[in-house]
C-alpha cells in the first residue's frame, strides 16, 4: 500500500454537515489524488495534488474541495455533504512515472 | 464523457480457464494503460501495465495485449484460480506538464469470479 493511510475509515453522517476525510503517505510522493468509487461508474477523479498548496479539479470536483499543507497529508472536505455524495472515497499517491498507489478507502454513507 | 469502456462487467469463469476483460477508449493522446486489481474491502492495486510501443507484455499468468490502430486493450488471465476472483478495472492516462498529474481515467470495472 506504499504506507498510505486513510482516516476515518467508516463515517455516516447527516445531510448539510461538512466532513473531512484524511489521506496520509509517508513516501514522500510528490502527486496525490483523491477518487470517489461508486457501482458502474469505476472510480473518478475528484481532486488532485501535483506539491504542497498546489490542487487542481478532476471530473467530479463540485461539491468538493481540497488542502495540502504538509506533503504526506492531503484532505478531503465535503462542504455540506448530500446523499449523492454517499460512496467509497479512495485516496491515492505517486512519486513520478505511471504507477499510483491507493490507500485502503473510507466508506461515507450521508443520511 | 466516458473516455474509457470497459467489458464486460462481469465474468464468470472455471479454474484452469482464461478469464479476458476489454477495454476501449477514444482520446489517442493516451499513452500509459495499466490494470487494477481490486479485493473486497481494499484499494486498487496495479496489476500489469503496458505504454503503446509494444503490443503486449506478459507477467506471468496476465497478459496485456494492446491494439493501438482500433484503440484497444484487453486483460488475459491464464490458469484462473479462484484467488484471481476481484473486480478488475483498466485505466488509460496521458503524458502532461508536471502540473497534470498524469491523470488516470478508470474503465467501470469487472466482476471476475473464478469458480474452483
Known amino acids: 500500500d506504499a504506507g498510505i493511510t486513510q482516516s476515518p475509515r467508516h463515517k455516516v453522517t447527516e445531510t448539510g454537515t461538512p466532513v473531512t476525510l484524511r489521506c496520509h503517505q509517508t513516501?514522500?510522493?510528490?502527486?496525490m489524488y483523491w477518487y470517489r468509487q461508486d457501482p458502474g461508474h469505476g472510480l473518478r477523479l475528484i481532486h488532485y495534488s501535483y506539491g504542497v498548496k498546489d490542487t487542481d479539479k478532476g471530473e467530479v470536483s463540485d461539491g468538493y474541495s481540497v488542502s495540502r499543507s504538509k506533503t504526506e497529508d492531503f484532505l478531503l472536505t465535503l462542504e455540506s455533504a448530500t446523499s449523492s455524495q454517499t460512496s467509497v472515497y479512495f485516496c491515492?499517491?505517486?512519486?513520478?512515472?505511471?504507477?499510483?498507489?491507493f490507500g485502503p478507502g473510507t466508506r461515507l454513507t450521508v443520511l | 464523457q466516458q473516455q474509457v469502456k470497459q467489458s464486460p462487467q462481469s465474468l464468470i469463469v472455471q479454474k484452469g480457464g482464461i478469464s479476458i476483460i476489454n477495454c476501449a477508449y477514444e482520446?489517442?493522446?493516451?499513452?500509459?494503460f495499466p490494470w487494477y486489481q481490486q479485493f473486497p474491502g481494499k484499494g486498487p492495486a496495479l496489476l500489469i501495465a503496458?505504454?503503446?510501443?509494444?503490443s503486449e507484455k506478459k507477467e506471468g499468468r496476465f497478459t496485456i495485449s494492446f491494439n493501438k490502430s482500433a484503440k484497444q486493450f484487453s486483460l488475459h488471465i491464464m490458469d484462473s484460480q479462484p484467488g484471481d476472483s476481484a473486480t478488475y478495472f483498466c485505466a488509460a492516462s496521458m503524458k502532461g506538464g508536471e502540473t497534470s498529474g498524469s491523470r488516470l481515467t478508470f474503465g467501470e470495472g469487472t466482476q471476475l469470479t473464478v469458480n474452483p
Open positions: 491515492a499517491s505517486r512519486v513520478g512515472g505511471g504507477e499510483q498507489f
Open positions: 503496458i505504454r503503446p510501443d509494444v
Open positions: 482520446n489517442t493522446a493516451f499513452d500509459y
Open positions: 513516501e514522500n510522493h510528490r502527486y
